[in-house]
Nanobody, 121 residues
């Protein structure tokens, strides 16, 4: 079955960096776009970033553009999110999600359990 397991969350200071990683299994990873989304306390789900199946195209929410970088390794079946210049507003539970197709259409069909990111001094 499809499994998505996030790791790498934790506590960072404002202006600091963290790197999230998502290990995928149970499907043909290189055939599907992947995405990151987040949910801050008391708020709804916010899409953060997506990457096409072959890594040729990457998309970012305006709130993270220029600070976050998504990447994938289709040999290791992982998708990472490098987060730099972190702000308190980035505090959230971050989810790795699989898209139902090879390119990003704003849809998800499987989710990980989430990784907590807390930005605080």
């Amino acid at each position: 079955q499809v499994q998505l397991v996030e790791s790498g969350g934790g506590l960072a200071q404002p202006g600091g960096s963290l790197r999230l990683s998502c290990a995928a299994s149970g499907f043909s990873f290189g055939s599907y776009a992947m995405s990151w989304a987040r949910q801050a306390p008391g708020k709804g789900l916010e899409w953060v970033s997506a990457i096409y199946s072959d890594g040729s195209d990457k998309r970012y929410a305006d709130s993270v553009k220029g600070r976050f970088t998504i990447s994938r390794d289709n040999v290791k079946n992982t998708v990472d999110l490098q987060m730099n210049s972190l702000e308190a507003e980035d505090t959230a539970l971050y989810y790795c999600a699989k898209a139902p197709g090879s390119y990003w259409q704003g849809l998800y069909d499987y989710w990980g359990q989430g990784a907590q990111v807390t930005v605080s001094s």
